[in-house]
């Protein structure tokens, strides 16, 4: 499978180009979910979540819709991947409501730009996350890309040039992995336009190669 969204929901510069004028914000993630059936989760980056507000997200989304998550930045940037156990217990139990509803997707770890390679703390962290926990890119049945600034639109606008040279290799990847992928450039609406597009174009890459069947 594939899965396209972006990297949450709430922007206000989405009036116009996927909330209709007049859409309260309590209404917006039902609606986002009516064009997409995954979101990245943000704001699990900067501060622990509230279980009764994972809850609502859970009830105001379709059952097959997914959640991925950032991990909190008190454990990647803070601690640096030391201490994990209690970090760990406070972070899930915060998304508690994602797991026993079968609605959590990847959790992605954002570590410091400036963190060099430690394979021994490296080790230690993998050993204290949760069981089912699965690994990096295309070392196991699933993989992730996050989409933040498209190089030749204006703007930080992906250009269709662009959107259809990933949707090719999308296309190659889903064949090995299931796909989850996330456009982070939410200003101007671009993210909503670009994760639209690349959706239209998956389903004509998939049109093709089935009639090539």
Not at 100 to 107: I, K, M, S, Y
Request: proline fraction near 7%.
């Amino acid at each position: 499978m594939v899965h396209v969204g972006c990297s949450g929901w709430s922007y206000a510069d989405w009036r116009g180009v996927l909330y209709p004028p007049g859409l309260p914000t309590s209404r917006w993630l039902p609606r986002y979910a009516e064009r997409f059936d995954t979101v990245e989760l943000n704001t699990t980056f900067y501060r622990l979540a509230k279980p009764p507000h994972v809850a609502r997200w859970v009830e105001q989304t379709p059952p097959h819709f997914v959640f991925a998550a950032k991990m909190s930045r008190f454990v990647t940037h803070m601690k640096r991947l030391t201490d994990l156990p209690p970090a760990l217990e406070r972070y899930y139990a915060g998304i508690a409501p994602l797991v026993e509803a079968q609605r959590l997707g990847p959790v992605i770890w954002q570590l410091p730009e400036r963190f060099h390679r430690d394979d021994e703390r490296l080790d230690q962290a993998l050993a204290h996350l949760p069981a089912g926990a699965r690994g990096p890119a295309l070392t196991a049945d699933w993989t992730l890309i996050r989409l933040h600034h498209g190089a030749r639109g204006r703007r930080g606008n992906y250009s269709a040039t662009e959107l259809e040279q990933w949707a090719e290799r999308i296309s190659a990847l889903r064949r090995q992995a299931e796909v989850f992928a996330y456009f982070n450039n939410d200003w101007e609406g671009f993210a909503v336009r670009n994760a639209l597009a690349l959706k239209r174009l998956l389903a004509r890459e998939e049109a093709v190669a089935e009639r090539a069947v």
